[in-house]
């Protein structure tokens, strides 16, 4: 076999990141997954960072797979993490629509000219037939190819299959002999063999175009210049560069990110945890903790604080691209988020809670209450624990924080409630009435205190707590310890 030498398209010296047109190209078959998420996010920080544009397509040819429901579900995650395109099915411009489903006629006209040129037979082969075929093979410990079973039948065999009512899919009839080579801007040069791939389908039985296909055709007619996309599609690049070169259409540069994997090093799946967009954002994540995740996770960057997205645009550099697996774990998402929730606004923290606290509370107790527990709230399920204590009946102490409020005495709360009464929350006057009575002071001061109005040793500052906290509540939490025999009994609530 000899092999011919290819110019390749993008000259792996010459690859440019200038005014970039990159493109996200999900296909609309299942939730947004935090792999494709953060594939969205390197283009898009690809055509910012070099003054570019950002093409949002949706890659809906394979009509049993595809849902409509799913596409909307695509668009939404991305509005919510601020992934914003320049183009895309609901911002169509001249080179859409951008919606493969709607593109049946760019693909025609592709299609015809490769018939043209005699580059595409109709196969008759059926599933099981090929399915036959391809495990042929791998016992024979080949690769799986397809064999070429119709590539050269006759027109009147042609003629009879299709008598028989079969409707036939269209390959490709891959060259000969031909070495593939491109420079591909994660992995470096790339050289495969055309003997190595088998003629691919173009066109389904149904009639529509297929994946490699529609896939290159599109790149080429939506002016995209950098195709960034997972290392699981590295092996299609040279299917997609041969449709090209037979069409006469540019080949954009390529570069593949490597996969996000687990903490285990596996593929990241469903068993490590919540992976897609809505269950984190259900959960109560927040775009800045997740795009700050994804933008460290295969990509090198000397910025190592919290950036917003026109701050990762400016830090982002292509040539930072890794190669070996990324790992994704939740315990660095829930730093970022910690980083995130820190970085709220108040007005933005109750709207981020709102389910969480109660309905009709009033701007003053949710301003005081949010300022005592967000330094300990990472997702809104932290938060629902001190609502509860807060805001729901007085907390029951276990009987061992009961002997602290035991150990303090009926005078030392009865000198607290009185406080209480007198100057409604205020945690200093409510502790310099105890210390007065008692002549306690720090931890034995605070803790009784702390025990009886929050159940707890331990939580968020009190004096936010305690201004959050309905008057009456904060009187009657003290008062019940202040008679002898209730500050005996450790339930009395
Ligand atoms: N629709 C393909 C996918 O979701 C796009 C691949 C590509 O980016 O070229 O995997």
């Not at 200038?18 to 998420?37: I, K, Q």
């Not at 390529?254 to 897609?276: C, M, N, Q």
Request: include cysteine.
């Amino acid at each position: 076999m000899s092999a011919k030498s290819d110019t390749s398209p993008a000259d792996g010296a010459r690859i440019e990141f200038v005014r970039a047109v990159t493109r996200f190209a999900p296909s609309p078959t299942g939730d947004l997954h935090l792999g494709n998420v953060r594939t969205a996010l390197f283009n898009l920080l690809l055509a910012r960072s070099s003054g570019g544009r950002f093409v949002l397509r949706i890659e809906d040819t394979d009509a049993d797979r595809s849902r409509e429901a799913h596409a909307a579900g695509l668009l939404e995650d991305l509005r919510w993490l601020g992934i914003d395109w320049d183009a895309g099915p609901d911002r169509e411009d001249e080179r859409g629509p951008y919606r493969q489903s709607e593109r049946a006629g760019v693909y025609a006209e592709h299609f015809a000219a490769l018939q043209r040129q005699g580059l595409v037979y109709p196969c008759f082969c059926s599933p099981l037939e090929l399915d036959l075929a391809r495990r042929a093979q791998l016992a024979a410990g080949r690769p799986p190819r397809y064999a070429g079973t119709c590539r050269d039948l006759s027109p009147e065999q042609q003629a009879r299959k299709r008598a028989q009512g079969i409707a036939p899919s269209w390959r490709f009839r891959v060259p000969s002999g031909r070495r593939i080579e491109f420079h591909d801007f994660v992995h470096g040069p790339q050289s495969f063999l055309s003997d190595d791939i088998g003629d691919f389908v173009v066109r389904r039985a149904d009639g529509s175009a297929a994946f490699f296909f529609s896939n290159a055709v599109d790149d080429a007619s939506m002016g995209i210049t950098h195709v960034l996309r997972g290392e699981d599609h590295l092996a299609n690049t040279p299917r997609q560069l041969l449709i090209l070169e037979a069409l006469g259409l540019p080949a954009p540069a390529y570069g593949h990110v490597s996969l996000l994997v687990g903490p285990d090093g596996a593929p990241l799946s469903k068993r490590h945890g919540a992976t897609s967009v809505r269950e984190l954002r259900e959960r109560g994540f927040t775009p800045g903790a997740i795009l700050n995740l994804l933008f460290r996770l295969g990509h090198s960057s000397p910025e190592h604080g919290f950036l917003t997205l026109e701050e990762m645009a400016r830090a982002f550099d292509p040539r930072h691209l890794g190669r070996s697996p990324a790992r994704f774990d939740e315990q660095q998402l829930r730093v970022w988020q910690k980083e995130a929730v820190h970085r709220m606004s108040l007005a933005d923290a109750r709207r981020w809670l709102a389910t969480a606290l109660p309905r009709d509370l009033d701007e003053h107790s949710a301003e005081a209450f949010l300022q005592a527990v967000l330094p300990n709230v990472v997702l809104p399920e932290d938060a629902r624990e001190w609502v509860a204590i807060v805001f729901g009946p007085a907390p029951v102490p276990s009987e061992e924080d009961a002997r602290l409020v035991r150990d303090a005495g009926a005078d030392f709360f009865a000198a607290a409630a009185q406080a209480a009464e007198r100057s409604g929350n205020d945690l200093s006057a409510i502790a310099a009435a105890a210390r007065a009575q008692s002549g306690r002071k720090g931890a034995a001061l605070y803790m009784p205190l702390r025990v009886a109005l929050t159940g707890r040793t331990h939580g968020p500052e009190l004096a936010p707590l305690l201004r959050a906290m309905p008057a009456h509540a904060v009187r009657e939490r003290l008062a019940r310890f202040a008679s002898s025999s209730a500050s005996k009994s450790t339930d009395a609530a």
